[in-house]
C-alpha cells in the first residue's frame, strides 16, 4: 500500500526522494509525489502513474532543496490522479503531508473546516487532515510539533505521517498511530520510511517509532514523546539486512528470484531450530508462553490471502499431528463475529508484512478476550510482532514481489515446526517418528531445488495455456490449500480467472464449468487421496477437459491419463505442500510474463494491506 520516505540533511533531496520512492514500489501504488523546501517554499510535484511519471515531471526542475518528502499512493479516498496523489498542502501553502492509513472522521472535520472557509482540492482524507493540523497551529500559540499533538487527538484512525513545516525549516515531524515509520540515522542526516528500504543503501541504524509517539526529526537530533507529553529516549537498532535482499540481482522479477531463493530461505528459517540428529525443535520466540501452547485446548488459525492458506494447510498439521481442535479464521471475518474464546484458546496470527489490518485487529480481539497470540511474521518489528504476546519469524527475508512465494514456504516451515514441537510436547508422536520428521523437513530445501531445476517444462506447459480465460486448480487433503493458493497466484499475476476447489467438490458444481477450453490443473501426488484423485481426473477427461497434474516422480501410470504434467519428489504427506507448492508459483509467473503482465506489481494489488 501506501510509501512514505522522508529526508533531513545536507545533500540535494530530490535524487534520495526519488529513489526511496522507487524502492517503495513493490508495496502497490497508483500516483507518487513529492515535496521539497526550497529557498522558504513547499516545491511540490505529484503525478498519476508510475514514479517514472513523476521524475519525468521533474526533468529539468534543479530543485536543490535538502529537506523533504516523497509519497507512492494506493488510492482509497478519491480515484488515482495528480490531484489526490500527496503530499498534500495547507491552504497557505506552509504546511505539506504525507500520509499512509485512513482518517475515519475525515467528513466530520471536513466539514467544521469548510464551515471555516477552507476550501479543498482533492477528494483525500490526507487533505482534511493537512489542513486540520494547519488550523490549530494558526489558532494555538505553542510550536508546530505540539498543534500536530492537539490536532491528532480529534483524529480517528490510523495513520503514519511526515510532515513539512515551511515556518520550521529545520526539522521533519514524523508520528504513528496503526502504521509503520522508521527513522534512519545518517550522516549529519536522518531519513524517514514506511519501511527501510527507501534509505538501507545509507543506514542501518534506525529507530521504529510506536504508536501515539511523535518524533521531532532534525539534521542532528530526534526527539521522541509519546502520547502523554513523556520523552522517549530513541532507542536504534542495527538492521540485520543488506541492498542485496531488495535488488533484483541477475533475475529479470523479484517474484523470480523470490521462487528460487526459496531453499536457501527455508534453510536459513530452519538454522539453529530443528536439529535432525535429536529430532530436538527448539522456538526460543514462544519460550515464555510455552505451556499455554503446549496445553491449548483449541488452536485458532488466523491470517488473509496466501498466509490465509498458509494456516489452512496446518490444520491438517496440527490435527495430525497434535491432536488440537483447530480452526482455521479469515481475519476479516473473525473480527467482526463474536467469537467465543477462553484463556485456554491460543491464537496463531500469520502475516508476511505484520502490517494487514484485519489480522492486527483480530489479535487485538483475541488478546482482550484472554488467550494467547503468537505470530508468525516475516518483518521483524512489524505491527503485529509487536502486538503478540510472543511469536516465530520466519526469516525469509524481504519479500518484494507482491505475489507471496517464499513468505509462504516459510510460514509452511514454521507452522510445521510448531506442530512438530507441540505433539513432541504433548506426546501425540512418539520420539521416533518426530526424529524421522523432523530429518524430512530438512530435507525440503534439497526436493524443492530438484522441482527448481525443472522450471524449464513448467515454462513449456505455460506456453501452451497461456491463452486461456478460465482456470480450475483442484487438491485434496493437504492438497487442497495449495490448489487455492495456485489459483490465488494465477488471478494475482496473470489476471486470469482461476479457483481452487477440493477435488471431491468438482461434481458439486464446477463440474458445469469443464470443457474442451477448460485447463485443470490437478494436485495428483501419492498421497491417501490419490485414487479419489484419479477419479476426478476421470470424470474431467470424459467432459474433455485439458488435465495439468502435479504428480509424484515415477508415477508413469498416471502420464497417460493426463495432458501435461509435472513431477515432484517423493515427500512425506505432511511437507508435500511446501514442494507441491512451487510448481504452480512457476506456472502462474510464466503465464503473468506471457501475458504481458507486471508480474511483481499487479494491478489494484498492495504488498500490505494497512486498511481493512
Ligand atoms: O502480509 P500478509 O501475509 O498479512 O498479507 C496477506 C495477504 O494480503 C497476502 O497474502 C496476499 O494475498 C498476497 N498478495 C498473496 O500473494
Given at each position: 500500500m501506501c510509501g512514505i520516505v522522508g529526508y533531513i540533511g545536507d545533500h540535494s533531496a530530490v535524487s534520495i526522494l526519488l529513489k526511496g520512492l522507487q524502492r517503495l514500489e513493490y508495496r502497490g501504488y497508483d500516483s507518487a509525489g513529492i515535496a521539497v523546501l526550497e529557498e522558504g517554499e513547499l516545491a511540490v510535484f505529484k503525478k498519476e502513474g508510475k514514479v517514472a511519471n513523476l521524475i519525468s515531471q521533474l526533468n529539468g526542475t534543479g530543485l536543490h532543496g535538502s529537506i523533504g518528502i516523497g509519497h507512492t499512493r494506493w488510492a482509497t479516498h478519491g480515484v488515482p490522479n495528480d490531484t489526490n496523489a500527496h503530499p498534500h498542502v495547507s491552504e497557505d501553502g506552509k504546511i505539506a503531508l504525507i500520509h499512509n492509513g485512513i482518517i475515519e472522521n475525515y467528513l466530520t472535520l471536513k466539514s467544521e473546516l469548510k464551515a471555516k472557509g477552507y476550501h479543498f482540492q482533492s477528494e483525500t482524507d490526507t487533505e482534511v487532515l493537512v489542513q486540520f493540523i494547519a488550523d490549530v497551529y494558526r489558532n494555538s500559540d505553542v510550536d508546530f510539533a505540539e498543534s500536530v499533538h492537539l490536532a491528532l487527538q480529534r483524529v480517528i484512525g490510523a495513520y503514519g505521517l511526515v510532515i513539512l513545516n515551511v515556518d520550521e525549516p529545520d526539522q521533519l515531524i514524523a508520528v504513528r498511530k496503526g502504521s509503520p515509520l522508521v527513522i534512519g540515522k545518517g550522516d549529519h542526516a536522518h531519513y524517514i520510511g514506511s519501511d527501510a528500504s527507501p534509505f538501507l543503501e545509507y543506514t542501518k541504524e534506525v529507530i521504529y517509532l510506536n504508536d501515539d509517539e511523535i518524533a521531532v526529526v532534525k539534521r542532528d537530533s530526534i526527539s521522541i514523546t509519546d502520547s502523554k507529553h513523556k520523552r522517549v529516549s530513541p532507542y536504534f537498532e542495527r538492521l540485520d539486512l543488506e541492498l542485496d535482499a531488495i535488488e533484483k540481482g541477475a533475475y529479470d522479477h523479484f517474484m523470480l528470484k523470490e521462487i528460487f531463493e526459496q531453499p536457501d530461505r527455508l534453510r536459513d528459517c530452519m538454522r539453529g531450530r530443528v536439529l535432525a540428529q535429536s529430532g530436538e525443535v527448539k522456538l526460543g520466540g514462544i519460550r515464555s508462553y510455552a505451556d499455554k501452547v503446549y496445553h491449548a485446548k483449541r488452536l485458532i488459525l488466523t491470517a488473509c490471502g496466501t498466509s490465509y492458506y498458509a494456516g489452512l494447510t496446518a490444520e491438517y498439521l496440527f490435527e495430525d499431528l497434535c491432536r488440537i481442535p483447530v480452526e482455521v479464521e479469515y481475519a476479516s471475518e473473525f473480527r467482526y463475529r463474536n467469537p467465543v474464546l477462553s484463556e485456554d484458546d491460543v491464537l496463531v496470527a500469520i502475516s508476511?508484512?505484520?502490517?494487514?489490518a484485519d489480522t492486527l485487529v483480530a489479535v487485538e480481539l483475541a488478546k482482550s478476550a484472554g488467550a494467547t497470540v503468537l505470530g508468525i511474521c516475516n518483518?521483524?518489528?512489524s505491527s503485529i510482532a509487536r502486538a503478540t504476546h510472543e511469536g516465530i519469524y520466519t526469516h525469509a527475508g524481504p519479500e518484494i514481489g507482491v505475489a507471496s512465494t517464499k513468505a509462504f514456504t516459510a510460514q509452511l516451515i514454521v507452522l510445521s515446526m510448531l506442530a512438530l514441537k507441540i505433539a513432541g510436547e504433548r506426546g501425540t508422536i512418539d520420539q521416533r517418528k518426530k526424529q524421522a520428521l523432523v530429518k524430512e523437513l530438512q530435507v525440503v530445501p534439497e526436493l524443492i531445488e530438484e522441482v527448481l531445476d525443472h522450471a524449464g517444462r513448467i515454462k513449456q506447459i505455460a506456453q501452451k495455456y497461456w491463452l486461456a480465460s478460465n482456470f480450475l486448480y483442484l487438491g485434496r487433503g493437504y492438497q487442497y490449500p495449495i490448489a487455492m493458493e495456485g489459483a490465488l497466484k494465477l488471478k494475482e499475476i496473470s489476471y486470469i480467472h482461476a479457483e481452487g476447489y477440493p477435488a471431491a467438490e468438482m461434481k458439486h458444481g464446477p463440474i458445469a464449468l469443464i470443457d474442451a477450453e477448460m485447463p485443470i490443473v490437478v494436485l495428483?501426488?501419492?498421497?491417501?487421496a490419490y485414487d479419489k484423485v484419479l477419479s476426478n481426473i476421470e470424470e474431467i477427461k470424459s467432459r474433455h477437459g485439458k488435465v495439468i497434474a502435479i504428480i509424484s516422480e515415477g508415477d508413469e501410470a498416471i502420464k497417460a491419463q493426463v495432458d501435461d504434467w509435472i513431477e515432484i519428489p517423493a515427500v512425506l504427506e505432511y511437507f508435500a505442500p511446501l514442494v507441491s507448492v512451487v510448481p504452480l508459483q512457476l506456472l502462474a509467473y510464466h503465464i503473468g510474463i506471457m501475458k504481458g503482465c507486471n508480474v511483481d506489481q499487479p494491478r489494484n494489488l498492495a504488498k500490505s494491506v494497512t486498511v481493512e
Open positions: 508476511q508484512s505484520g502490517e494487514t518483518v521483524v518489528g495428483a501426488l501419492k498421497d491417501k
